[in-house]
């Protein structure tokens, strides 16, 4: 082959790639992979990965159009009461279009971060593709998929844009607690902290007058004490022993489905007392780090190190030490790796590709082999169990890094990549 002929060859494969790896690759990987995951949880009627979606979302909105009777206004609820927006919203066209006006929802919150996030850094767009196709059709069935493009929109404007960045952090957190990990993270870092908690606390005094105008009353906070009096949930970590005690058919732990709270538990000696402990126990690790947050900042560290490592902690141990366990639960960690690649180092890129595999193992635990999880069987209590280890050493990791911050020396100038806030 000749030498400019060659020269031409390699041009040509150098568009195919630029254009493969730019705008119009990433538009197609969006539309293949959201096609895929919808037609996964709108046609799968063995592993019926859209349950929470048509058969429980739906019959909240139904239940209130035909009695009147509305979940966090008239009763108790265990969702913050913004949840009841994206599940209203999807109501709008009746129950029977409910499934995909939903779907339609996520999709397009999804299309937007995906947009604003390739504007700033295609590499972490094409991480957040990854990670949906890792975790599979329940990255579009529950609540948290709502909540995870409104973080990544929060976490890709917090420095530039604080107010709109709290605002949406603030909303997110009245559809799904978890995004105040990175309400604390940002105002334990940063110096705009002001800006992004007044505009949170003006979409709460929103979020509380229209619930307070629509009936509400004593209940607006009464998601906070439905969690307290619930059991082990089989996919938690805390679960781990009780799950492998059924596993093997001991007498200390079985897997049971509670029909109060539609999920399955685990239930054994010390359920109860260990049940108990979680959420003490939570609040003490969320001071813990935010504590070690704060002296890091106050010793003049890095304050993206500080953002980064505190924002993947407190996430992480919303998840690791926590009584409840769901697959969803794992797309909370988008938003953090996402910080965490938008201010990208070694170490930081090493974490991110962990969530990539531990979102894959979420997805083969469900919907694929769920079954091999409520009647335990080797495969998917092992992966599960790996999946669970790999928390607990992310979690580690950020400790043990937040630590090192908070008791090395001051660093003796701000680095190019340091946090510049408006």
Known sequence: MRVDERERVLASRGVVLRTIAGPVGLAVAFLAIHGILAGINLYDVVHFPFGDVTQVYRFWMEYAADNGVLVGIDTSWVYPIGALLPMGFAYVLGPDAYGQLWLATIVALDAVATVVLARRSTAAAWWWMLFLACLGPVSLARIDAVTAPLAILAVVWLLDRPVVAGALLALATWIKVWPVA?????????????????????????????????????????????????????????????????????????????????????????????????????????????????????????????????????????????????????????????????????????????????????????????????????????????????????????????????????????????????
């Not at 509400?216 to 022993?241: D, H, K, M, N, Y």
């Open 182 to 422: 990175l309400i604390g993270a940002a105002v334990l870092a940063l110096r705009s902290r002001l800006r992004i908690v007044i505009a949170g606390a003006v979409v709460t005094a929103a979020i509380l007058v229209a619930a307070l105008a629509l009936g509400a009353r004593g209940g607006i906070f009464g998601f906070i004490l439905e969690q307290t009096g619930r059991g082990l949930q089989v996919e938690a970590p805390v679960a781990s022993w009780w799950l492998w005690s059924a596993l093997l058919g001991l007498p200390e732990g079985r897997v049971y489905y509670d029909t109060d709270i539609l999920t399955y538990q685990v239930a054994g000696p010390g359920t109860a007392p260990v049940a108990a402990l979680m959420t003490p126990l939570l609040v003490l690790v969320v001071a813990g780090v935010a504590a070690l947050g704060a002296l890091a900042v106050r010793r003049g560290q890095d304050r993206t190190e500080v953002l980064v490592q505190v924002a993947m902690a407190l996430v992480l141990a919303l998840i690791v030490v926590n009584k409840v366990g769901s697959p969803q639960f794992i797309g909370w960690l988008a938003a953090p790796a996402i910080l965490a690649i938008l201010h990208s180092r070694p170490a930081f890129r090493g974490r991110a590709l962990a969530v990539l595999a531990i979102a894959a193992a979420t997805q083969f635990v469900y919907p694929w082999a769920y079954d091999g999880i409520t009647a335990p069987t080797w495969l998917p209590v092992l992966v599960l169990t790996a999946r669970n280890i790999a928390l607990v050493v992310l979690l580690v990791v950020a400790v043990a890094e937040l630590v090192r911050l908070a008791t090395g020396a001051r660093p003796p100038a701000a680095p190019p990549h340091a946090l510049s806030e408006s």
